[in-house]
């Protein structure tokens, strides 16, 4: 949170002493997401396997793959791609540029997984890990490849974006990335509330469903239901507008945002002993769980999913947990919005 905003909550949330000081944040390397039900019926109608036998799902070098205890199944990603959210095709943030670590397997073997350290806390929290025997690292990181995919990503984004301008659409994120007035967007923010957002974000589609808005709502007007999307349940406190300024589609204030940001250290990376569900190198697993074990963390919020791939977030403090959670889900999920329940 800024300074603005914990400013403008201290006299307005009963739970604002009960804020986490600091969010450490993990992000993968993603190019597309979906919706609830896609990835489940596409797997169940196009691959043939009962969903409630899958047990993990991963994407590696343009295919995508499904396993069971008894088989593997896989289809190219190209195939999948066409189910993928529309709103995904306009984010040029392959790697999760606002992320403390950043983690994918493009770039790397197969079982390990590129390592993106941008903040100081994240080189420390890496290099305790490395120090305590739980991982293992090269610098065998293909940068011609992630690159490659970076630049084909943001290629395909601008693509995107400009057929969304043309038919009359505003893209916020897009108009304000090199905006330097952020006071000037915090006194406009005020006088916004979910309506704004409803009309300007959530009917042009432009909604990534993650929670943010739902998280920032001091008076818990704001509810995210099954389908991922927010919902106004009452009238908003006058002069507030944090739905509005916390969510990331009405603005972007990249430069100044990341203007202060460490020197990234790239890294190839692995798990020493990985869950069975881990993706590629397992690391984000070892970095949790270290984390909570060590009290580098008091809680996580992870993906967790039912038995027919539903996600849903997950605020925990067992070390254990984050294993039996480890995984991608490959569908939207309100991640940020699992935050409420820490505070």
């Not at 006299?11 to 997401?33: G, L, M, Q």
């Not at 057929?163 to 893209?171: C, I, M, P, V, Y």
Request: proline share 5%; charged share 30%.
């Amino acid at each position: 949170m800024t300074k603005e905003f914990k400013e403008f909550y201290k006299d307005r949330d009963a739970d604002y002493p009960h804020w986490p000081n600091r969010v450490f944040t993990v992000a993968v390397f993603c190019k597309e997401s979906f919706s609830p039900k896609t990835i489940p019926s596409y797997v169940e109608k196009d691959m043939g396997l009962p969903i409630d036998e899958v047990n993990k799902m991963n994407i590696s070098s343009g295919v995508f793959y499904a396993y069971t205890d008894k088989e593997v199944r896989s289809r190219k990603v190209k195939e999948v791609s066409k189910y993928a959210r529309g709103n995904c095709r306009q984010c040029t943030d392959f790697t999760g540029d606002f992320a403390d670590i950043s983690v994918g397997s493009v770039g790397t073997p197969q079982g390990w997984s590129t390592v993106i350290l941008r903040t100081k806390e994240a080189k420390t929290l890496f290099k305790k890990l490395l120090d305590n025997d739980l991982i293992e690292v090269s610098d065998n990181v293909q940068m011609e490849e992630l690159n490659k995919v970076i630049d084909l990503n943001n290629k395909q984004a601008k693509k995107s974006i400009k057929l969304a301008q043309d038919k009359g659409f505003k893209l916020p994120f897009v108009d304000l990335e090199k905006d330097k007035d952020l006071e000037g967007f915090i006194e406009k923010g005020h006088k916004r509330n979910f309506k704004n957002l409803e009309k300007e974000i959530l009917q042009p589609g432009l909604c990534v469903a993650c929670g943010t808005c739902a998280l920032a709502c001091p008076c818990y007007n704001i509810e995210i239901l099954e389908d991922g999307r927010p919902y106004g349940i009452s009238s908003c406190l006058p002069n507030c507008g944090c739905c509005y300024m916390a969510c990331p589609r009405t603005h972007s204030f990249k430069e100044i945002l990341l203007k202060d940001q460490e020197e990234p250290e790239i890294v190839c990376a692995r798990a020493k002993n990985p869950s069975a569900h881990s993706q590629d190198g397992g690391i984000i697993t070892a970095l949790i769980t270290y984390g909570l074990k060590n009290d580098v963390f008091s809680k996580a919020v992870v993906a967790r999913s039912d038995s027919k791939w539903r996600a849903y977030p997950f605020i925990t403090n067992d070390p254990s947990f984050i294993k039996r959670a480890a995984g991608s889900k490959y569908s939207i999920i309100p991640q940020v919005y699992g935050l409420k329940f820490g505070r």
